[in-house]
């Protein structure tokens, strides 16, 4: 996989062509030049992309604790919303229940009205349209932001293609059996497992659909990623130690 960074947009090179990914357009509220997404030298990020219900999140934390990593989920969900002047309690805590965060930020931007200081829209599906690409240029910005500080492990939300090759930066595919998740979220949720089942299969619909939407794939191209770990073999203990014994070759790259 190749790849540059030219400011508005992005190339991916899979299986020998080019594929363009967007970094949306400036707006009155992200008007400066976008961060680099480049970790300092002698610091990591690490992308974490998870199937839901493979324990990618757990195991995001275990590693961000071994490697004291800044880990990075919901926070950035956080700092969109404070950016937008969005009442968190209109967004559900959930693990990148992804067509919902996004339903859920635009229903608090119409219902508090950030924008009467910097733009107002009509009322049609343009605003709402237009508010979704503020968000989502507002979550590119905030990822690029934190991988640029350096010693971050970021969760989901494409940021294995918004910093796919970065130097000092490794991207994580975590995944499992369909079993394996179904008793993973009966656990979880305590739910029974046609429930479970029917929301593992949402919430892989979500994903999907986000991914395709923004960047052009749906994320399961193992060529995106430097480390495959099916959790339905490995322990999160051992996916753990797996990601921490490559961190010192991924701080040597230029």
């Keep these: 996989m190749e790849g540059t960074l030219h400011g508005d947009a992005q190339k991916l090179r899979v299986k020998g062509k080019s594929v363009e990914t967007r970094v949306l357009p400036e707006t009155a509220l992200a008007a400066d030049p976008l961060p680099t997404g480049i970790p300092p030298q002698g610091s990591v990020v690490v992308t974490i992309s998870r199937q839901f219900g493979s324990g990618g999140s757990d195991i995001a934390h275990l590693v961000a604790k071994a490697a ?40 608090a931007l119409r219902s508090s009205n950030p924008f009467n200081v910097h733009y107002m829209y009509p009322a049609s599906k343009a605003q709402s349209q237009s508010q979704e690409l503020a968000y989502f240029h507002l979550t590119q910005r905030v990822i690029l932001e934190l991988a640029t500080q350096g010693n971050a492990i970021i969760v989901g939300r494409g940021s294995q293609f918004l910093l796919h090759n970065n130097p000092r930066t490794l991207h994580i595919h975590i995944f499992a059996p369909m079993e394996y998740r179904i008793d993973y979220v009966m656990k979880q949720y305590q739910l029974k497992r046609a429930n479970a089942k029917e929301m593992i299969e949402q919430r892989d619909d979500e994903q999907a659909l986000y991914l395709r939407r923004y960047y052009g794939v749906d994320g399961q191209q193992p060529n995106f990623y430097h480390l495959l770990i099916n959790t339905g073999l490995f322990s999160f203990e051992s996916a753990t130690n797996f990601i921490c014994q490559a961190l010192p070759a991924v701080k040597a790259i230029e």
């Design 68 to 107: 004291g990593l800044n880990y990075v989920d919901q926070k950035i969900i956080t700092e969109v919303a404070q950016r937008l002047g969005v009442d968190m309690n209109y967004v559900v805590q959930q693990d990148e229940q992804t067509a919902g965060l996004s339903s859920n930020i635009l229903e």
